[in-house]
């Protein structure tokens, strides 16, 4: 017969195997997931949320069987190839990207560890991908607009036919920056319009940049889709006010902090649906078999409001074929 002081530690025995057993379990089925981005947590923390959202909605939730390592370069661009060594030495079983410079950077970092980038824009001509079906090697995720980048200042000449001097700020830093900045060229000559391009590498250059372009005084402002440039977005658009300068921004988070116009696909959708990508190759499926997506379709955000503060009259033509008008 047990005594009764054997069959309690025994119970006691039990539930500390079993304890051990399910950590164990958790353990297995515990994936740990990196983040990487040029920007500050502050700044960047919408992006990643996004593609926290995206992975809720698949199943995966932080504690239970994801866990999100997150590294932040906070605008010192230098940094990115350590903080992705990091990533990679944890390791990670998959290394979530945001933009260009940090996908080239944890590219850099590992041929093996799976990679998936959200908003980089010609990743087949910067030499992320091999080509948009065959992204090849261990990366692959969701590109922003490519050719579609002049219809900006297409659509920014019609919401103001006298246009003819265009700021444009870049990061010179970002392969997919510089690429945009040239195919927004290309559409100037049939346009009429000049474009003045400004580098911009962190917030140290917003003095230098800001100061020539309220001396030339420019038409309107635009910017290129740039991870770092976006997380100064407020900064960036009150200068425009301030200075009456029309306005054609690459995400729709700008036209919520007061621009003009957005035209593009959504910045928060391509991490949402980044998380499709994670997801999949958790699930076996590698990187060169994964096409890499490209928004099919582009939203047109017009703020009154601020046209109004411009004493700018959009046209009928525009406002109709906008998605969303803001009062």
Request: charged share 20%.
């Amino acid at each position: 017969m047990i005594s009764r002081r054997a069959f309690i530690t025994s119970l006691a025995v039990g539930a500390l195997l079993a304890s051990r057993s399910t950590d164990a379990q958790r353990a297995r089925n515990m994936h740990r997931i990196g983040w990487l981005s040029p920007a500050s947590a502050a700044n960047g923390l919408p992006n990643l949320e996004a593609l926290r959202a995206g992975l809720r909605e698949l199943g995966y939730v932080e504690g239970q069987n994801i866990t999100i390592e997150a590294r932040w370069a906070d605008g010192r661009i230098e940094r990115l190839p350590q903080l992705a060594a990091e990533l990679v030495r944890l390791p990670v079983d998959v290394l979530c990207t945001a933009g260009s410079q940090a996908s080239g950077a944890a590219k850099q970092a590992t041929s093996t560890i799976p990679i998936v980038f959200a908003n980089v824009a010609f990743p087949d001509q910067s030499g992320l991908v091999a080509s948009y079906p065959r992204p090849g090697g261990n990366i692959t995720g969701v590109a922003f607009i490519g050719p579609e980048y002049g219809k900006r200042l297409e659509l920014l000449k019609e919401a103001y036919p006298k246009l003819s001097r265009v700021a444009l700020i870049y990061n010179p830093d970002n392969p997919g920056s510089v690429l945009a900045l040239q195919e927004t060229q290309r559409w100037t000559t049939a346009l009429g319009v000049r474009l003045e391009p400004h580098t911009f590498r962190g917030p140290h250059d917003f003095e230098r940049v800001f100061g020539v372009i309220a001396g030339k005084r420019p038409d309107a402002l635009m910017t290129t889709a740039d991870p770092l440039i976006a997380s100064y977005r407020i900064r960036i658009v009150d200068f425009a006010a301030k200075n009456r300068l029309l306005s054609m921004y690459p995400g729709r988070e700008f036209v919520d902090a007061g621009g003009l116009m957005f035209y593009g696909g959504s910045v928060p959708e391509m991490y949402r649906r980044a998380a499709v990508y994670v997801d999949r190759i958790l699930k076996g499926s590698k990187p060169s078999d994964l096409p890499v997506e490209q928004p099919t379709k582009f939203d047109m955000v017009i703020n009154l409001k601020s046209a109004k503060a411009l004493g700018l009259t959009i046209p009928q033509s525009l406002l109709i074929r906008a998605d969303e008008v803001i009062q």
